[in-house]
């Protein structure tokens, strides 16, 4: 048994008939399957490819790059190329936003004197600047702290001298004095960090325009009163009055003005947004979670623009994606629905006009626009 198991098998080929196999194996033609379908995508990819991304190649629209490819021969049909496009990273981020895009409203607010939006505005003025213009021997502010009422829309403002003004800059006393203070009445404080302008602060951001526009109309009525090259940089001699007409004044979307507002228990207002789709939660679809998104780019996002503007050549969506992580709907009265992005997006809320849908993976630019424009640069010294 042991010798049986030693030996190995032995196989005997013909070596007449392995030279026949060998002769008619190397007389034959090797064939390949190709899918004509696929083949056909291919050509039309690389065709479009060569359209869209060479350096004269800007096609914002779907027509726009058919009506390219008719005058280079092709006879692509339009949902082809619509397709097409539509998969292409760069031509998601610069795609054109909505026009009309719902907020969350206030309108839910009704109880006066509950919620409060607070913004600082900075007075300017020059290191030269002639304080016997100003009031005599009276301090000089440089920093106005803005409150308005939710509800009622009512407004008032605190003058604020050096000393609070870089205590507020800093963070240290006046957060801590104030939260304190805030802490003992049962006041809620929801604080926002952000480079650019948040658009649940849209309330406050109103008033402090208007806040700003009149006291440099009165400004600028004093300095053509003023010897050449006197500037007037004051602004508490009529703030009062100001703030005063505006309380006054009645606001459109709770019909009437916050001095009367305050004195009722419940305010109904108006959403600040007209919709032109159905918003709630029975009415409008939702996105589920964990799907993937471009968000779409507030002002100064993109980069740190000190103007607060949007520059042409800025992303319109975000370059990253993302993933829808948390889904909140309000109930009453009818709100859009809220979605929350994963954490290396920004941690604020979107709508679904705000988020642009990734159904496949994008298309990346080939690899020979990275060869064909390469940038050279100059050499360290």
């Known amino acids: ?46 065709a479009l490819q060569k359209l869209y991304y060479r350096p004269e190649g800007l096609y914002q629209n779907t027509k726009r790059l058919w009506n390219a490819c008719k005058k280079a021969g092709y006879s692509f049909p339009f949902t082809d190329v619509k397709k097409w496009l539509d998969r292409q990273a760069m031509y998601q981020i610069f795609r054109p936003s909505l026009k009309h895009i719902p907020y969350a409203s206030y309108s839910k607010i009704m109880k006066p004197n509950t919620v409060h939006q607070c913004d600082l505005i900075e007075i300017p003025y020059d290191e030269d600047v002639d304080t016997n213009l100003l009031n005599d021997d009276g301090p000089i502010y440089y920093y106005i702290l803005l409150v308005i009422d939710c509800a009622t829309r009512y407004k008032d403002f605190v003058f604020l001298t050096l000393k609070s003004s870089e205590e507020i800059a800093k963070g240290t006393e006046f957060m801590g004095y104030v939260t304190l203070l805030m802490d003992e009445y049962g006041v809620e404080i929801r604080r926002i960090i952000a480079c650019f302008r948040h658009t649940s602060l849209a309330m406050v951001d109103r008033y402090a325009g208007l806040f700003e526009l009149r006291v440099f109309k009165n400004q600028y009525s004093i300095e053509f009163l003023l010897p050449t090259g006197k500037r007037c940089r004051e602004c508490e001699r009529f703030a009062r009055k100001i703030v005063d007409n505006m309380n006054d004044t009645p606001t459109r979307l709770i019909g009437m003005s916050p001095n009367d507002a305050t004195k009722l228990e419940r305010i109904y207002s108006k959403p600040s947004v007209k919709y032109n789709r159905p918003i709630g939660i029975d009415d409008e679809p939702q996105l589920p979670k964990s799907t993937t998104v471009r968000f779409l780019l507030a002002p100064r996002e993109w980069e740190n623009d000190p103007f607060e503007r949007r520059r042409i050549t800025d992303p319109i969506w975000s370059p990253s994606l993302h993933k829808i992580q948390r889904i909140v709907v309000e109930k009453n009265p009818p709100m859009p629905v809220l979605y929350y992005l994963d954490e290396s997006g920004p941690q604020r809320p ?32």
């Open 350 to 381: 979107f709508v679904r006009e705000q988020l642009m849908h990734i159904k496949k993976e994008p298309m990346l630019p080939p690899r020979w626009v990275l060869e064909d424009n390469q940038m050279h640069t100059r050499r360290p010294l």
């Open 1 to 46: 048994m042991e010798e049986r198991q030693a030996e190995r098998p032995v196989i005997y080929i013909d070596p007449q008939k392995a030279r026949e196999l060998d002769y008619i194996i190397a007389k034959q033609t090797p064939t390949i399957n190709i899918d004509p379908q696929k083949a056909h995508d291919l050509d039309r990819h690389l």
